[in-house]
Nanobody, 121 residues
């Protein structure tokens, strides 16, 4: 069973940066496609970004050029570097994973508990 634990959330001013971490256990990161979803207040949960087993990345349009997903297989950890943050980025961010080359952008199998990111304007 894969377990995902996020960290790094918090309060940041608009225009600032924040890095989220997601530590995976139960399976080597090299065998997982990883990603991030988010759910803002009063909004539906939405896909943010994903990185495949082989390292290819894909981003939702609103975060392209501002967010970067990367991973460290040796640490079994995936990261989300967020820059130029906006108030509309405020959300609970969830780390997700699938046991395939590519993660499902709709319903990944594994989810973390989420970490709150609040961007003040």
């Amino acid at each position: 069973q894969v377990q995902l634990v996020e960290s790094g959330g918090g309060l940041v001013q608009a225009g600032g940066s924040l890095r989220l971490s997601c530590a995976a256990s139960g399976r080597a990161l090299s065998m997982l496609a990883m990603g991030w979803f988010r759910q803002g207040p009063g909004k539906e949960r939405e896909f943010v970004t994903t990185i495949s087993r082989s390292g290819s990345t894909y981003y939702e349009d609103s975060v392209k050029g501002r967010f970067t997903i990367f991973k460290d297989n040796a640490k079994n950890t995936v990261y989300l570097q967020m820059t130029s943050l906006k108030a509309e980025d405020t959300a609970v961010y969830y780390c997700t994973a699938d046991s395939f080359e590519h993660m499902s952008p709709l319903s990944p199998r594994y989810w973390g508990q989420g970490t709150q990111v609040t961007v003040s304007s």
